[in-house]
């Protein structure tokens, strides 16, 4: 297949800017692959869905305030997103400045909490820099970083209002381990009162961690889907976890992924079990799923990888109809934005 096969044309209008008024307000479209059904709905309808040896499965990582600001030694200003920690105080970045930096550019972030050198350039573009400060990195940049909200959603990142909504509802409630430099966007629909009335009916929920990387908005640029090299995430399962899924399957029960993150730590292995490291596996179709039985998922960009993964989970033209859909109806779109429902 083409990557020009996956692209869709989106009204700008479409894009979610903010979050709904109130988390657990978003429209559920509901894909049947069974019927080819397409309806709506809304995500607390989600329990109507399910049954009492079903299970829910959520990504529990948590988006650390990834973008900082500074200047250079010389003066000009800069902005840097935090990709990943390769060792103490070591840390790969995106630095967006008028200039290219330089290896051994200074540079001082968070209203001088942090000094940087620059050290170094992956092949990829990004830059590997050295962190010194005199409290803890982690505590400064809780302090004075912001969280990297994806690039269509254009926002002042320095309003006050707009920050304090930001830092509530761009994480899930369940947001625990501290990784991600992106939120685990179905996540963000769920309320207490949802997963309580969901636990009501018998159904379990179970946690994995993927640590989702900034490859996630990364459009697939090569001309066959099949040339596209994946990025990698850290994931992990615990035995607790493995157990529960395992013990669902062998009751005949499905496995509702919560999130491509979550389909995508799942189908990482060949059977379940505790296990942590590096995934880049790149689902597309065709691809036989081992162990996802439904998805809860946002609507995602055109040529993604991650729309290519509900493809091969739906069938191409039953999800690009849905789309079709879903833009007549004027469903909101990407991180803000509703949700859908795979069956």
Not at 52 to 79: H, Q
Request: glycine share 6%; charged share 25%.
């Amino acid at each position: 297949m083409k990557t020009s096969d996956f692209n869709f044309n989106l009204p700008n209008s479409l894009i979610a800017q903010i979050p709904s008024k109130n988390r657990g307000d978003s429209r559920m479209l509901v894909i049947n692959r069974k019927n080819n059904s397409i309806t709506h709905h809304y995500i607390k309808d989600l329990k109507n869905f399910l049954d009492s040896n079903d299970i829910l499965v959520f990504n529990d990582t948590k988006v650390i305030p990834a973008r900082l600001f500074g200047n250079k030694k010389t003066g000009g200003k800069i902005e840097i997103l935090l990709l990943n920690e390769n060792e103490e105080n070591e840390w790969n970045v995106l630095i967006k400045s008028s200039r290219k930096p330089k290896i051994n550019d200074e540079l001082t972030l968070c209203d001088g909490s942090i000094y940087a050198k620059v050290i170094g350039f992956e092949e990829n573009g990004s830059a590997l820099i050295k962190i010194s400060c005199d409290k803890s990195f982690l505590e400064i940049i809780n302090l004075k970083g912001y969280l990297p909200l994806p690039p269509y959603i254009k926002r002042d990142y320095f309003d006050k209002n707009i920050l304090k909504i930001d830092n509530e509802r761009y994480q899930t409630i369940f947001a625990n381990k501290l990784g991600a430099v992106a939120a685990p966007t179905a996540g963000l629909h769920f309320t207490t009162k949802l997963i309580n009335e969901i636990k009501s009916k018998g159904v379990q929920q179970t946690f994995v961690t993927l640590h989702v990387g900034l490859g996630t908005f990364k459009p697939v640029n090569t001309e066959s889907i099949y040339s596209h090299k994946m990025h990698s995430e850290w994931f992990e399962i615990t035995r607790t976890t493995a157990n529960k899924l395992n013990n669902i399957k062998k009751n005949n029960g499905k496995i509702f992924a919560v999130g491509s993150t979550c389909v995508r730590t799942l189908e990482s292995q060949k059977e379940i079990c505790a296990h942590h490291g590096e995934t880049d596996i790149f689902i597309r179709p065709p691809y036989n799923f081992k162990h996802v039985d439904a998805i809860v998922t946002n609507f995602h960009l055109p040529k993604s990888s991650l729309l290519m993964m509900m493809s091969a989970f739906t069938g191409y033209d039953l999800l690009m109809k849905a789309y079709e859909e879903a833009i007549k109806q004027k469903y909101r779109f990407y991180s803000y934005g509703d949700c859908m429902l795979i069956l």
